[in-house]
């Protein structure tokens, strides 16, 4: 009784966090590892767990580590980390009859870097969500890569697929993460003089551009239809770039594409107009979202 109430005294004055009871805590962080295939310390201590809790959850012999070098730009500098990922305990633990989706049983690869600075983005959108720990257990979660297993049943997609889904599952208010590391525009924009100079000039670019383009403004004209999408650039430069470029894109026409065998072609001068709601498009960079004590030092 008096730990508890001393417990309570603490929070009540903000000098601890209010977590969800211990069992639950540690199931939503299995989840959440099961989900993206690996996490940190920091993360899931940030979201769920206590420090207690994790040396508890490797003595029971739910979990692995494993030392791992993740580049938080394409052109920085790798930093080494130390990754949590699921042991085969745990995976049998967070999937008991091995019918629904389950990562890859060891978390190297040349994605990591990516699904990482993903998995940062969806940590910042949890929280403006659910400030408080004890909300937390609303949040449904789906990665890009359950998301192309056969067990997902998010058939509103129609085959595009955002690095994130995040539903509140008290709301159905759904969340779309598209984490661009290296942004599909922004090597448009270094390929193309003339839209260099447009953007320069502010002025609106009307070069036209391959399927790649075509196909990144169409999913996120679909997935804006289906509730708010949260475009992550990892530099606030190339996030503005893309930005003015999309808008002016968006205003101007898309132009029109066709899949021929597998090959997606241009119509020549045939251009499609916006279909989305560009109120649900928020566009952000890791200095806005303040995830810096997340990622590893220098």
Not at 128 to 137: A, D, E, N, S, T
């Amino acid at each position: 009784m008096g730990h508890a109430h001393a417990l309570k005294g603490k929070i009540e004055k903000g000098l601890c966090r209010r977590l969800l009871d211990v069992d639950h805590r540690k199931s939503l962080a299995i989840e959440w590892l099961n989900e993206w295939g690996f996490s940190t310390s920091k993360v899931l201590e940030e979201l769920y767990l206590s420090k207690a809790d994790l040396p508890e959850m490797k003595q029971d012999g739910l979990l692995m580590t494993q030392l791992i070098d993740i580049k938080p730009t394409k052109d920085s500098r790798p930093r080494q980390m130390r990754i949590i990922y699921l042991s085969p305990k745990g995976r049998k633990l967070a999937n008991p009859r091995r019918t629904g989706y389950s990562p890859p049983k060891s978390p190297a690869s040349t994605l990591n870097s990516h699904d990482f600075m993903a998995q940062l983005a969806a940590v910042w959108i949890v929280k403006q969500l659910w400030p408080k720990p004890v909300g937390r257990g609303d949040l449904q979660l789906w990665s890009s890569g359950h998301i192309r297993h056969k067990s997902c049943t998010l058939d509103e997609l129609e085959n595009w697929v955002p690095d994130a889904v995040i539903r509140n599952a008290d709301t159905r208010k759904r969340y779309y993460v598209e984490l661009e590391r290296s942004s599909t525009l922004d090597r448009f924009f270094k390929g193309n003089r003339l839209a260099r100079k447009q953007y320069k000039a502010k002025e609106r670019v009307t070069t036209e551009h391959s399927a790649v383009e075509y196909q990144f403004v169409k999913k996120i004209e679909h997935l804006s239809k289906l509730g708010s999408v949260v475009i992550v650039h990892c530099t606030r430069s190339a996030g503005e770039r893309a930005e003015l470029y999309f808008n002016s894109r968006v205003e101007s026409g898309i132009p029109r594409h066709y899949n021929f065998h597998g090959k997606w072609c241009a119509l020549e001068g045939e251009f499609e107009n916006w279909d989305g709601i560009i109120e649900n498009i928020q566009w952000a960079s890791f200095p806005d979202l303040h995830v810096d004590n997340l990622l590893p030092p220098l």
